[in-house]
């Protein structure tokens, strides 16, 4: 290649970017890469007019370099106009959600169901447990109540009750199941408590605090489950707690008992004793019958009954619990727990082991398991 061809043109080509508009500084550059690009390709494929191809070529260059520049001042500019940085509105609209599904063309049930499943997030499986129904049969609400609501505008968010219903539910299987979905239930109902003045609404807010202030006693180190009873309550949330009870009390004060009420009164004689032998038995039974009267509902009734063992005697709690379907879920584990009290440790350890099969999830199986097989060595051992 002619090196000093292209250095003779190079001041021609610099004056025709020139009179084409380009700065002087800009129109060198683009030159110089022009150069260099020549020098690559020249060798392989000279052009016939040299002089025209450096010129095409280094207006081509300094377009590129001027777009370039163009974008990038332009970017500059909408970083300067983006507003000062500060505090941003809460866009969270989950609640609202919960309201939405909570559509008045359904009823409660097939809304509490739905809004489970839709906002959530559990399974069918999960939702019919907490219902003790079918899974087939939940799966079949949930699609009428799908079919329900297809077409509707949802402009008419639905009541407050049946919100709590499905935050309760919510809660139940975070507390108690394989999703940690506690906190963000507690989370929704705080919220709504801050919006809305209603003595149910405080209730269940009392209730999950209370609840969710013993979770890190439930578990050993190992992850197996610990009973109420054998928790170490040094590790339970006393901040919460004392938050829960405040809460509660207020509440009550406004003589308007619901359920969640009653249910927080006992959450908070159990999180109130100092041990598991000062316990309030008495007391507890007696908010078990308010509850019974606001609720008539199976599970209600088989907590009862361990709470009428505990302050009436194990024979007391059998005679309760012979009143209920033994179908219930973790009705087995209260008659192991109850006949081992009473002193029957060969139809306890049975119990218990019938009871672990049938267990909601891996923990409370292994629990139940263990105390079978506790059972079974000492009968041997005795033997």
């Given at each position: 290649?002619?090196?000093?061809l292209?250095?003779?043109?190079?001041?021609?080509?610099?004056?025709?970017?020139?009179?084409?508009?380009?700065?002087?500084?800009?129109?060198?550059?683009?030159?110089?890469?022009?150069?260099?690009?020549?020098?690559?390709?020249w060798?392989?494929?000279?052009?016939?007019?040299?002089?025209?191809?450096?010129?095409?070529?280094?207006?081509?260059?300094?377009?590129?370099?001027?777009?370039?520049?163009?974008?990038?001042?332009?970017?500059?500019?909408?970083?300067?106009?983006?507003?000062?940085?500060?505090p941003?509105?809460?866009?969270?609209?989950t609640?609202?959600?919960?309201?939405?599904?909570?559509?008045?063309?359904?009823?409660?049930?097939?809304?509490?169901?739905?809004?489970?499943?839709?906002?959530?997030?559990?399974?069918?499986?999960?939702?019919?447990?907490?219902?003790?129904?079918?899974?087939?049969?939940?799966?079949?609400?949930?699609?009428?109540?799908?079919?329900?609501?297809?077409?509707?505008?949802?402009?008419?968010?639905?009541?407050?009750?049946?919100?709590?219903?499905?935050?309760?539910?919510?809660?139940?299987?975070?507390?108690?199941?394989?999703?940690?979905?506690?906190?963000?239930?507690?989370?929704?109902?705080?919220?709504?408590?801050?919006?809305?003045?209603?003595?149910?609404?405080?209730?269940?807010?009392?209730?999950?605090?209370?609840?969710?202030?013993?979770?890190?006693?439930?578990?050993?180190?190992?992850g197996?489950?610990?009973?109420?009873?054998?928790?170490?309550?040094?590790?339970?949330?006393?901040?919460?707690?004392?938050?829960?009870?405040?809460?509660?009390?207020?509440?009550?004060?406004?003589?308007?008992?619901?359920?969640?009420?009653?249910?927080?009164?006992?959450?908070?004689?159990?999180?109130?004793a100092?041990?598991?032998?000062e316990?309030?038995?008495?007391?507890?039974?007696?908010?078990?019958?308010?509850?019974?009267?606001?609720?008539?509902?199976?599970?209600?009734?088989?907590?009862?009954?361990?709470?009428?063992?505990?302050?009436?005697?194990?024979?007391?709690?059998?005679?309760?619990?012979?009143?209920?379907?033994?179908?219930?879920?973790?009705?087995?584990?209260?008659?192991?727990?109850?006949?081992?009290?009473?002193?029957?440790?060969?139809?306890?350890?049975?119990?218990?082991?019938?009871?672990a099969?049938?267990?909601?999830n891996?923990?409370?199986?292994?629990?139940?398991?263990?105390?079978?097989?506790?059972?079974?060595?000492?009968?041997?051992g005795?033997?």
């Amino acid at each position: 290649m002619d090196e000093a061809l292209l250095r003779s043109l190079t001041p021609s080509v610099l004056t025709i970017l020139v009179r084409r508009g380009a700065d002087f500084a800009a129109a060198e550059d683009a030159v110089q890469d022009a150069l260099i690009e020549a020098l690559r390709v020249w060798p392989a494929d000279p052009p016939r007019d040299a002089k025209g191809w450096l010129v095409t070529a280094a207006w081509r260059k300094f377009l590129d370099q001027a777009r370039a520049d163009s974008a990038r001042r332009r970017r500059e500019d909408l970083v300067d106009e983006e507003p000062a940085p500060g505090p941003t509105p809460d866009a969270d609209d989950t609640l609202q959600l919960y309201f939405l599904c909570a559509h008045p063309s359904l009823t409660p049930s097939s809304a509490v169901a739905l809004t489970l499943r839709a906002v959530g997030g559990l399974t069918t499986r999960q939702i019919a447990q907490a219902y003790l129904v079918p899974e087939a049969t939940m799966a079949q609400r949930i699609s009428r109540a799908k079919r329900t609501v297809s077409g509707v505008r949802f402009d008419q968010p639905g009541d407050v009750a049946t919100v709590l219903r499905v935050l309760y539910l919510v809660f139940n299987e975070g507390y108690s199941g394989d999703i940690d979905l506690s906190a963000e239930a507690i989370r929704l109902t705080r919220q709504l408590a801050g919006t809305i003045d209603h003595p149910e609404v405080a209730g269940l807010l009392a209730l999950m605090l209370l609840h969710h202030a013993r979770r890190a006693g439930r578990t050993a180190p190992d992850g197996s489950l610990v009973p109420l009873a054998e928790q170490d309550r040094s590790r339970w949330d006393t901040a919460a707690i004392a938050e829960g009870i405040g809460i509660l009390q207020a509440a009550l004060a406004r003589d308007r008992l619901g359920e969640f009420q009653a249910q927080a009164a006992i959450a908070a004689l159990h999180a109130d004793a100092f041990t598991a032998e000062e316990t309030d038995w008495v007391q507890i039974v007696e908010w078990y019958d308010e509850l019974l009267r606001l609720t008539d509902n199976p599970v209600v009734r088989l907590n009862r009954a361990v709470a009428v063992g505990e302050a009436d005697g194990p024979r007391a709690g059998l005679a309760a619990l012979a009143a209920l379907d033994d179908s219930l879920p973790r009705h087995s584990a209260v008659a192991a727990y109850l006949h081992e009290r009473d002193g029957d440790p060969e139809t306890a350890a049975r119990l218990y082991a019938e009871a672990a099969r049938k267990a909601p999830n891996l923990a409370e199986r292994d629990y139940l398991t263990r105390q079978a097989a506790r059972l079974n060595a000492d009968r041997r051992g005795r033997r």
